[in-house]
């Protein structure tokens, strides 16, 4: 009888547990309450390490690398768990939001934990170092033994407790004991895969490189691989521990970025399409341009801190990464401040086809702005700052209460001024204190000036929408036909003002040539206003590498 109670009391149980669950699934998180649940725990997990164990003091930059760090592994490591649970279950991955939101209190964890077992104490890497053999050895063993040197203890605790609860959570869904056996060994495998990281990474780097056969790669070669302190680029590192987690850092933003895309496919398809359509990919491409001249430039400036290493290309990724997230976020602050403009001009965009409510679309663009700051700062506080001023122009441009598009040569002048950000961006890239004092004025002036008198040329789509708006471009000022003329006059101006700005006589015959060649596609009637800014930018590209190889080489 009494096994009989027992057994009722369990099936009691599983069954409030199994309603528990579904209840769960039922519940909504929205987009910002999630990521701020994430932050903020990760905020509380930050103060633990640095003000409450037994830590030595840290700088302000190394407490932003750190939580830096801490942000990119736990996001990957809980993005790559919730994919992966969602397609287990085969449900929306928005079903799993309210679980995920609880989840993150997780993180908490592992420095609790270890300053409980050791008086105040916490390991700082919770990364597997070592070659084939001793990493097969960690998996088989889950982490190896408890504790073992400089990984976490309170994370191994902390992982075993998450697969648990995943496997249980899974079972309780399904009662389907493959399904919660291959959930357990997933989570396994991406939090193993999260640990080994750096050692996988230098595996695959190494295979390539030929430089050191994977058989003989022992755990020192990785920790001098990611910690050597020295330059990257322009930029100085000095200690062994921080060195680490910022070059981590420009190698997990791009995946970042990568899983953050895929999560948002399995959201809505629909939804990740018309935001790709939307992108307005001749401003990508210019933009891009823009930064990697500023790089050029920087590195004619400074030969020294050119060096072409996996390093040195992950981090022109992350900003060029960055640098398309804040056009991005531009784009969605127009799109909603353009609402009117664009029913009338450019319907087919994702607001007027109803595809977004403004609500979500508005947590696009803010999620947009937070990872470009993000990406910067991976960087440095420099970069940062720049995408961060390059947001504000373009807010002031788009958004009252300034709205600045609505004032001819006002508006292109601020948009010359953020364009000017990306090209810093990539300057000081290269250049040693990350500044630009060393770049020429005459080069500064010159682009303000020509993006200011040229950049009209983006307006002549939405004459019927900017006039009905009471947004005075030239186009509306002037017509579609004198306002070609203007500004192809302008752009001919552009390339002849090169040739005096940067002392260059040389450059006369060509500027004379792209101008008039370009001057004939603006004024050209063949030349349908939305397809307007592709030759043009293959012409000034093509200009520009002329300019770059009479000037510079």
Known sequence: MFAGMIFVCY????KRLAIFVEKITEKEVGLNQCVLVFLSVLAI???????????SPVTPEESAIELSHNLFFFSLAYLLIWMFISLVLKIKPQKLAYLITWSF?????PPIIDMTRTGGEIYWSFYLLGGPKDLAGYFVSIFGNLPSGIVYFGTKITFLLAIGLISAFVFLKTKNWTKTVLSGIGTYLILFFMGAFPSILFFIYSLFSGKLAISSIQGFHIAQFFGASGKLWGINFESLKYAFAWKLGIIYFP??????????????????????????????????????????????????????????????????ISVWLAWFASVVVNDIYDFEIDAISNPERPLQKGVFEPKEYTE??????????????????????LLLVYQILAWFYSAPPFRLKKFPLLATFTSALALLMIFFLGYILAADGQDIHSLSWRIT?????????????????????????????IPVIFGEKKGRLIVAINIFTSYVLSVFFLNEMKLFFWAVIFGGLTFWVVVSPKTKPRQLFWPVLFLVFVYGLILVKIVFL
């Not at 099936?11 to 599983?14: D, G, L, Y």
């Not at 970042?256 to 398809?269: P, V």
């Not at 682009?447 to 947004?471: M, V």
């Open 11 to 14: 099936i009691e149980t599983m």
């Open 45 to 55: 997990r930050n103060f633990i390490e640095q003000f409450i164990a037994l830590t």
């Open 105 to 109: 209190l997780l993180m908490l964890l």
């Open 255 to 320: 995946f970042l970025i990568l899983l953050l895309t895929a999560l948002f496919f399995l959201i809505s398809r629909e939804k990740l399409l018309a935001t790709l359509r939307n992108y307005r990919y001749p401003q990508v491409v210019y933009h891009s341009g823009l930064f990697l001249a500023g790089l050029g430039l920087g590195i004619l400036a400074y030969p020294g801190n050119f060096e072409l290493t996996l390093f040195s290309v992950a981090a022109v990724l992350t900003l060029l």
């Open 364 to 385: 696009l663009g803010i999620t947009c702005f937070l990872l470009s700051l993000l990406g910067g700062l991976t960087l440095g506080f420099p970069f940062a700052v």
């Open 445 to 473: 002036l010159l682009l303000l000036i020509a993006y200011t008198i040229s950049l009209p040329i983006k307006d002549f789509k939405d004459i019927k929408g900017d006039k009905a708006d009471g947004i005075w471009t």
